[in-house]
T-cell receptor
């Protein structure tokens, strides 16, 4: 039972355009979300986070939007650059089962086309 | 280096063998996590240490998996009687505090033949 869902395994976007990566969650107790970025043969690296007290958090080209009523968040990258090509994971630290680790989605492979 | 270090980077073993994977966290980070990432999946939580003790091992799939962190720094993930289904990338992460930003190592790719 996936509590954090990323339904798009891959996404292709032209360089310079906006990339929008989506994430849904099932547990309304989740109150903090993180996006991680992963290049091949490397570990995931933290990108940006958002707390449920906000509906938007921005850091340079990266903005995360949170819609609590829809249990949905999205990561916007604008403008997209070739170096943004990577797998992006949505995660939350609350699993609902007492575990203290992050619960990750399956990831979305973003491909930036030149 | 200053990051999380994992060894070996690649390990190929035969079914039934014993395997140890090592993680050296960032100095000063008290929390250490082990995750497993199978092909096409996100990282899956296995176990978390706060200091020397395993604060939460609810993600370990069965009793063939065990992890230690005897001095509160380096951790070893131990897998007994390996099975082909154990093949995955095992990721270690550390953080300065519980539920803080996780810093991941590059992972140890385990292949069980």
């Amino acid at each position: 039972d996936q509590q954090v869902k990323q339904n798009s395994p891959s996404l292709s976007v032209q360089e310079g355009r906006i990339s929008i990566l989506n994430c849904d969650y099932t547990n309304s107790m989740f109150d903090y979300f993180l996006w991680y970025k992963k290049y091949p043969a490397e570990g995931p690296t933290f990108l940006i986070s958002i707390s449920s007290i906000k509906d938007k958090n921005e850091d340079g080209r990266f903005t995360v939007f949170l819609n609590k009523s829809a249990k949905h968040l999205s990561l916007h990258i604008v403008p997209s650059q070739p170096g943004d090509s990577a797998v992006y994971f949505c995660a939350s630290p609350y699993s609902g089962g007492g575990a203290d680790g992050l619960t990750f989605g399956k990831g979305t492979h973003l491909i930036i086309q030149p | 280096g200053a990051g999380v270090s994992q060894t070996p980077s690649n390990k190929v073993t035969e079914k039934g063998k014993y395997v140890e994977l090592r993680c050296d966290p960032i100095s000063g980070h008290t929390a250490l996590y082990w995750y497993r990432q199978s092909l096409g999946q996100g990282p899956e939580f296995l176990i978390y240490f706060q200091g020397t003790g395993a604060a939460d091992d609810s993600g370990l799939p069965n009793d063939r998996f065990f992890a230690v962190r005897p001095e509160g720094s380096v951790s070893t993930l131990k897998i007994q009687r390996t099975e082909r289904g154990d093949s995955a990338v095992y990721l270690c992460a550390s953080s300065f505090q519980v539920a803080g930003e996780l810093f991941f190592g590059e992972g140890s790719r385990l292949t069980v033949l």
